[in-house]
């Protein structure tokens, strides 16, 4: 064996010490246990829930934030624009026909909440009012037939002298719109526009309240809002917009996001039962916005969807707000025994009917007085329907209501480089608090190792990094080096970002070539390579992280921005101009990452989508792009194009969404610095 072999065989297996010493860096196996995915997330949930209302000590800290928490849940709704506050034009009602009961009458409508979206309603009014009464507005759970289903709850109130107003979703009953976009359809684009169908709901009870409001029959000081399931998350969030509403009683709406994460039950949900989580709440967060108000939570204790501890955390964290207004009796917990329901035997049934008598009439009936109610569904579906014949309106939006509710952001026509830099501050600024919100507040220390050393037969140096980019998580990069003796720190450095499930050596063949002109390094973000998760659970992580502010590709964002840290504090690499090539979906985190980090001098994209606004595998598999609220002020294009003046070299064939970075480049006249080539090489080539 040659002296220099046996020099690197002793190097590379037996002298550890030596290459500690010349590196700097420690070098040891990575036997950490961390890059598991469910254990990161459920630490991330349990944090939230841990430090929901954590630093509020008192009322003066809580008034202090409470108008700002209030807009910040507008907007993690989708309401932001939305005429909440103030006067909303009159409500258009279309009355369509009469139901006379023993008691009571009930008046099928719909109602005219935004343009064309039309709420399908049954109106229960008691006979022989004489001086205006309180009302309830009931807002169905996920039941088919919505009125039909929840019939009894309005008849009861309407029977013990309440107005009830019981509202459909926009998911089933009369028309069936979207509520399980990201659930069943794999539109994982609502969490880039920024969209709940919740907001939605949120919208249409706030119009319900306006046609309570404006009865003669009603007393306006004296509206509640109750429900279960669906219903019971509205009744969460609907007291907590509406300062209208003097009590509210919610069924099985919420759990803490510790429980719904760690314990699955996230993935029996709808897509309505947690806000666009931009700013990393738990339910807490929204309790305490109903404070002082009388509140009810009801909850079973063999709920599917909600663990009777789960929900218990929520009361217990919303009660010292209550507390601090010295209205500790108005936050009520009521717990029953039984599934997904008001109690095997509807026992939680009398308890909001007394909780509503109190509150809203002054009226102190215990449930041994009301008794056992009445359940049974005494008219058909079809007698209780609010359209006729025809159907809704032919303009109704309530199946395509997804598309318009939250604006998204347009291209603009930039022509100068003072719009150009305005524009990129707005966008970048606001990524970074509404998109990447999520993002460590205290970076975590890189902890570098360097894991792997070898010397192949053409003289190419390998040498195998890894770094901590967020606790929990270990990640590596693989460096490629020519000329072991005599490399030059100053050559660029290429780092390639792996895609999940690529094929064996497709980063490698993307770039070949690139060896002769510059370092390579090729990284597996989170999710790639070694720390891959199953496909079969893509879909349940999407969800997890959206509900805890996160998505996969914001993770990966972090990512490679943390390893471009890392690359540059490495003495042995020493080089300060990066180049950055990806493919697919990860070619959008390497835009992204890009715009953010700033001094990427050339990013080399190679079958870039042409949007975020994209539809996925209804079983998550596959690309996943959505990042929370990004479509709101940017798309892909733009994003790329905002790496302006740095080179950009794009592989393939572009889609004419991209044009307006070509067009962006064209106006600033810096030759060279766009360019379109069919394969990476021939850009190889040139340098």
């Known amino acids: 064996m040659g002296k220099v072999k046996l020099f690197i065989w002793i190097l590379v297996l037996g002298n550890t010490t030596l290459f500690s010493q010349v590196s700097g860096f420690k070098v040891a196996p990575n036997f950490d246990q961390t890059n598991n995915i469910r254990c990161y997330l459920s630490k991330a949930a349990s944090e939230i829930t841990q430090n929901s209302l954590s630093d509020i ?37 279309t009355k369509t026909g009469v139901i006379q009961k023993e008691g009571y009458r009930i008046e099928k409508l719909y109602y005219e909440s935004l343009p064309g979206l039309y709420v399908p309603a049954n109106l229960y009014i008691p006979d022989g009012i004489k001086k205006p009464v309180p009302a309830i507005l009931y807002v169905c759970g996920h039941a088919h037939t919505q009125k039909h289903h929840y019939q009894a709850h309005a008849k009861n109130f309407a029977q013990n002298g309440f107005v009830c107003l019981i509202i459909e979703t926009i998911q089933r009953g009369e028309v069936k719109g979207e509520h399980l976009g990201q659930e069943s359809n794999g539109w994982f684009q609502w969490y880039s526009k920024g969209y709940n169908p919740g907001g939605v709901e949120i919208w249409n009870g706030i119009r319900g309240l306006d046609l309570l409001s404006g009865m003669t029959e009603v007393d306006k000081d004296k509206l509640g809002v109750t429900g279960i399931s669906g219903g019971g998350s509205q009744s969460w969030y609907l007291p907590a917009v509406d300062p209208r509403i003097k009590a509210a009683a919610a069924v099985a709406g919420a759990g803490s996001l510790e429980g719904q994460i760690t314990q699955r039950t996230i993935d029996d949900h709808c897509d309505c039962m947690m806000p666009i989580n931009t700013y990393g709440i738990d339910f807490p967060d929204i309790g305490a916005l109903i404070a002082p108000r009388p509140f009810m939570i009801a909850q079973t204790n063999h709920d599917l969807y909600y663990s009777v501890e789960s929900v218990h955390t929520l009361y217990e964290k919303v009660k010292p707000i209550y507390s601090f207004y010295g209205k500790s009796n108005n936050l009520i917990m009521k717990k029953a025994d039984g599934p997904h329901s008001y109690g095997s035997n509807e026992e939680l049934r009398p308890e909001i009917l007394s909780f509503f008598l109190k509150e809203l009439k002054g009226v102190h009936k215990s449930v041994e007085q009301i008794g056992k109610i009445d359940t049974s569904k ?27 509710f939250v604006a998204l952001a347009s291209a603009p026509n930039i022509t100068n480089l003072e719009a150009l830099n305005t524009y990129k501050m707005e966008v970048t600024s606001f990524l970074k608090e509404k998109t990447f919100g999520a993002f460590p507040k205290k970076a975590a220390p890189l902890d570098i190792r360097l894991e792997f050393r070898a010397l192949d037969g053409s003289g190419v140096r390998r040498k195998d990094y890894s770094f901590v980019p967020e606790e929990g998580w270990r990640l590596k990069f693989s460096l490629r080096e020519r000329d072991f003796e005599n490399a030059s720190t100053s050559r660029p450095l290429l780092l390639v970002l792996r895609n999940p499930d690529e094929e064996r050596w497709a980063a490698e063949s993307m770039v070949s070539g690139a060896l002769k002109n510059m370092e390579v390094a090729y990284f597996e973000a989170r999710g790639v390579g070694e720390t891959g998760w199953s496909p079969s659970l893509q879909w349940h992580i999407r969800r997890s992280a959206a509900w805890t502010g996160r998505t996969i590709a914001s993770m990966r964002v972090y990512d490679v921005l943390r390893c471009l840290q890392a690359i540059r504090e490495i003495p042995e690499i020493g080089s300060n101009t990066i180049y ?15 715009l953010l980090d700033g001094n990427v001098k050339t990013l080399m994209l190679k079958d870039l989508p042409p949007t975020q606004n994209v539809v996925s ?12 609220n990004s ?21 393939g064939n572009p889609p004419t969404t991209f044009e307006w970075i070509k067009n962006l480049y064209g106006n600033f006249n810096i030759p060279d610095t766009y360019v379109e080539v069919k394969e990476l090489s021939q850009w190889m080539q040139k340098q």
């Open 57 to 93: 000590q008192n009322l003066k800290d809580w008034e202090a934030v409470r108008g700002e928490r209030y807009e910040q849940f507008l907007e993690m709704m989708g309401l932001q624009g939305k005429q909440v506050k103030g006067n909303r034009p009159a409500l258009k009602i």
């Open 378 to 404: 005494e008219l058909s579906n079809e007698e209780l329907k609010s359209y006729r014949n025809g159907g809704p309106p032919k303009d109704d939006r309530t199946k395509t209501i997804q598309d318009s």
């Open 580 to 594: 950055i090539a990806a493919q697919g979906e990860m070619a959008v985190v390497a835009a992204y990452a890009a």
């Open 617 to 628: 595998d209804p079983s998550g598999r596959g690309e996943a792009l959505e990042m929370l």
């Open 631 to 651: 479509l709101r002020v940017t798309d892909i294009p733009q994003v790329v194009g905002l790496n302006y003046p740095n080179e950009l070299v794009m592989v």
